[in-house]
């Protein structure tokens, strides 16, 4: 089975903060994504790579970078928490671009 | 670029009875539609899928169809269980570019199902 594990469950941070979320995949897949779930909202597209060291911009890049070191790793990095970053972070991954995605758990995160 | 509108945004139906979902898109190109079950502390999963060639595709008791001449899609899930009581939501991509835009997703539909 597909698994996408992500650093935290639970994260609280202060404004200011700079925030690391960290995804790991284990199927050698190409693809991976990072969204912000919203009530109400859905799912936000924020950055995603479709190789190591390669990223695009989703739909709401705006106060987010992001990494790709290695092929099974994705980090999402928030250079200075703000509080309407407060959201769940989903990563997700996929052999190829429109395949299905396969989520991890989640990463709630409150900035204080 | 793309927009998915997707309704309602809560569900309530008895056990048993069906459950349709509908979404409507903007880009005329997209021709990937995947639809995804969020269950309560979980990601989202994919439950089905289908593509612009095809105008129905079924799953035991899931079903997805496609108009393409509208832009909307449907899930109609049947004989509804308690453990189809889920977010579920709608999304739309343009396979033919790549998908170098990714998913975008519909806003999402609570389903309740009432015993």
């Known amino acids: 089975d597909v698994k996408v594990t992500q650093s935290s469950r639970y994260l609280v941070k202060r404004t200011g903060e700079k925030v690391f979320l960290e995804c790991v995949q284990d199927?050698?897949?190409?693809?991976m994504f990072w969204y912000r779930q919203d009530p109400g909202l859905g799912l936000r597209l924020i950055y995603f790579s479709y190789d190591v060291k390669m990223k695009e911009k989703g739909d709401i890049p705006e106060g987010y970078s992001v990494s790709r070191e290695k092929k099974e790793r994705f980090s999402l990095i928030l250079e200075s928490a703000s509080t309407n970053q407060t959201s769940m972070y989903l990563c997700?991954?996929?052999?190829?671009?429109?395949?299905?995605?396969?989520f991890g758990p989640g990463t709630r995160l409150t900035v204080t | 670029g793309e927009n998915v509108e997707q309704h309602p945004s809560t569900l309530s139906v008895q056990e048993g009875d069906s459950a349709v979902i509908k979404c409507t898109y903007s880009?005329?190109?997209?021709?990937?539609f995947p639809w995804y079950k969020q269950e309560l502390g979980k990601g989202p999963q994919l439950i089905i899928d289908i593509r612009s060639n095809v105008g129905e595709k079924k799953d035991q008791r899931i079903a997805v169809t496609l108009n393409k001449t509208a832009k909307h899609f449907s899930l109609h899930i049947t004989e509804t269980q308690p453990e189809d009581s889920a977010v579920y939501f709608c999304?739309?991509?343009?396979?033919?570019?790549?998908?170098?835009?990714?998913?975008?997703f519909g806003k999402g539909t609570h389903l309740i199902i009432q015993p």
């Open positions: 999304a739309a991509s343009n396979e033919a570019g790549g998908g170098a835009d990714g998913l975008t």
């Open positions: 199927m050698d897949h190409e693809n």
């Open positions: 997700a991954s996929s052999q190829r671009a429109l395949d299905e995605q396969y």
């Open positions: 880009d005329s190109a997209s021709n990937y």
